[in-house]
Nanobody
């Protein structure tokens, strides 16, 4: 069974940082591009970032404004989302998901999702 597990969320003050991790169980992440998404209470899920299979390409939503960095360590079967300069508007549940090809990052063709990790930015 393909399973993704996100971790690293928590409560952080505005301007703080967090690093989220997305680990795979039962399969290897290096066969997939990986997307990070988030969903705030009462809002629709939105894409945050996506990274190619090799890690050589990545894209970010406009609202990231250079504050986040996605990376992957295929040897550890893990993808990361480093978040800096966090704002209250970044409060959401963050999810990772697999997609077969990097060119599909902006589509709905994701095939496995994690359960999410809560990020709360508040003073």
């Amino acid at each position: 069974q393909l399973q993704l597990v996100e971790s690293g969320g928590g409560l952080v003050q505005p301007g703080g940082s967090l690093r989220l991790s997305c680990a795979a169980s039962g399969f290897t992440l290096d066969n997939y591009a990986i997307g990070w998404f988030r969903q705030a209470a009462g809002k629709e899920r939105e894409g945050v970032s996506c990274i190619s299979i090799s890690g050589g390409s990545a894209n970010y939503a406009d609202f990231v404004e250079g504050r986040f960095a996605i990376s992957r360590d295929n040897a550890k079967n893990t993808v990361y989302l480093q978040m800096y300069s966090l704002k209250p508007d970044d409060t959401a549940v963050y999810y990772c998901a697999t997609v077969d090809y990097y060119r599909q990052c902006a589509t709905t063709e994701y095939n496995a999702w994690g359960q999410g990790t809560q990020v709360t930015v508040s003073s």
